[in-house]
């Protein structure tokens, strides 16, 4: 049993409760509530992950198997770490475990300005990449993330990817080895596609992480793969072990705890839920039990 302190509001956590998520429990009624933030009986203060249903994390007590909990170092606030939990664990993992990223590789990021995204930029700068490329809607936001390259592009503009692909060449003419792509849809193509046209040997990983563009089906020319060495993989939640899953949670509460990772919150009290639920997830809702 633990008893909760913060659980944030993250797309995962809304869409599971809500039945709409691919790893769903859909037996209803439960309590929403993927992840959060508590102490175990003895005072230990943890993050914990997938409550044992039909409990969640949105109570001030769950329950939730061992395997799913690591303690949190004594650096790092319970807000914080709730934030974070999430969108920093899918970017660690999806580096990590999927691309098998290693220091001194070039990785793209597209959807840069959301959570996950902003987050992924920090965490590859930290493993020790070599050249970052950010690509996503908001100009002037992806310029304050620090990337070497920005190439931004208008996600309302459908089918319109001709001119963010032309845009995209000179950033990723001298190759890249990573793609995490949060967005999927049109983007995702013309990145392949610009990928595709340097004619580099290069492999590209790109690794589908989400689909905030909305567009769950793209049409890849099949001209791309043959064309290039581009290997499509995704990461999520039955791609990566839970073992893998935890020990990303770990990796990414020791940066944060040394200060090497932020993310902007919104805090909110429990009896203020329906306020949180309706708030954008940037910057991050958590709610205080």
Known sequence: MVNVSTAALSRLS???????????????PLIAGADGVGT??????????????PYGSLAEQTLVKETMIVPLPDGLDDITAAAIANPATSSWAALVYRAHFKPGQTVLINGATGASGSLAVQIAK????????????????????????????DMSVKDGSNEFENALMPAVAGGVDVVLDYLWGDSAVAIMSAIA???????????SIGT??????I????????????????SGGRS?????????????????AEGKINIAVAEFA????????????????????
């Open 14 to 28: 809304k869409f599971r409760s809500m039945g709409m998520h691919y790893s769903s429990e859909v037996n209803f």
């Open 40 to 53: 175990l009986e003895d005072g230990t203060r943890v993050y914990f992950a997938q409550p044992t249903a």
């Open 126 to 153: 930290y493993l020790g990449a070599m050249k970052i490329i950010v690509t996503g809607r908001n100009e002037s936001k992806l310029r304050l993330l620090g990337a070497d390259e920005v190439v931004a592009f």
């Open 197 to 207: 046209k340097t004619g580099t040997k290069q492999t590209t990983r790109f690794v």
């Open 212 to 217: 905030s563009s909305g567009q769950e089906t």
């Open 219 to 234: 049409n890849v020319p099949s001209s791309i793969l043959r064309a290039s060495s581009i290997e499509l993989l995704g």
């Open 240 to 256: 990566v072990s839970l073992a893998d899953m935890m020990s990303s949670a770990k990796s990414v509460f020791e940066m944060a």
């Open 270 to 289: 429990l009896q203020d839920i329906e306020a949180a639920w309706h708030a954008p997830l940037t910057p991050r809702p958590v709610v205080r039990v």
